[in-house]
């Protein structure tokens, strides 16, 4: 029989419609407001990160899920004997919206607590940061969008996703020069 974590260190992972995260995020939290659910409904998150991209010349940032279809829960679930904690149970299954507990048929299993840190990690980490929404690698041929060097191609010579920085060879007064550019400064030619 596995350990059940404290009531305030359970988490679950909810399988909900896709395309409706946040709404059921948000019609959870406001009903954990009018029906009193405080006590047993900690936290509901959709996790998301920026992701940054060039249009036009212009560089935009805009938010995207990063697990489509389901959101995170912080609530007391299961009791010490691994039951269902009515209240919970009931109010989780008649949210709208809700399909079910992910990775279970008929029984939720809480998150390791080295699952949520890393989850929740991951999560702030991602929101944080804005990421390119294109991948690049070695030997992509790309167009600059901004910068001084605006509507030269070039070829990909190193990439460092951390930074999210690129090192591109463009054409300088008819020499191949090294410049270090940023993802949301170039464009896939």
């Known amino acids: 029989m596995p350990i059940i974590p404290s009531p305030r260190d359970q988490w ?4 909900v419609r896709a395309g409706l995260e946040q709404r ?3 019609n959870m939290e406001r009903r954990i407001q009018t029906e009193e659910m405080g ?3 900690y936290k509901v998150i959709v996790p998301t990160e920026r992701v940054a991209e060039v249009k036009k010349g212009k560089k935009s940032e805009s938010t995207r899920k990063v697990f489509p279809g389901y959101i995170l829960a912080n609530m007391w679930l299961l009791d010490e004997n691994n039951k269902p904690v009515v209240q919970t149970w009931h109010f989780v299954k008649e949210t709208d919206g809700f399909l079910n507990f992910a990775g279970t048929k008929d029984h939720p ?3 390791r607590p080295k ?3 890393t989850l929740l990690g991951q999560i702030k ?11 690049f690698s070695v030997g992509d ?7 001084p060097f605006e509507s ?15 090192r591109v060879s463009v054409n300088i007064f008819g020499r191949a020069t090294p410049v270090d550019l940023e993802y949301w400064q170039v464009e896939k030619a």
């Open 39 to 41: 006590d047993y409904i």
């Open 12 to 15: 679950y992972v909810i399988h």
């Open 115 to 117: 699952e949520v840190e």
């Open 152 to 166: 030269q191609t070039g070829i990909i010579e190193e990439v460092d996703p951390d930074k999210g920085l690129l």
């Open 125 to 135: 980490e991602r929101e944080e940061g804005a990421k390119p929404k294109f991948s």
């Open 24 to 26: 059921v995020r948000e």
């Open 141 to 147: 041929s790309v167009r600059v969008a901004d910068g």
């Open 109 to 111: 299993i809480p998150l």
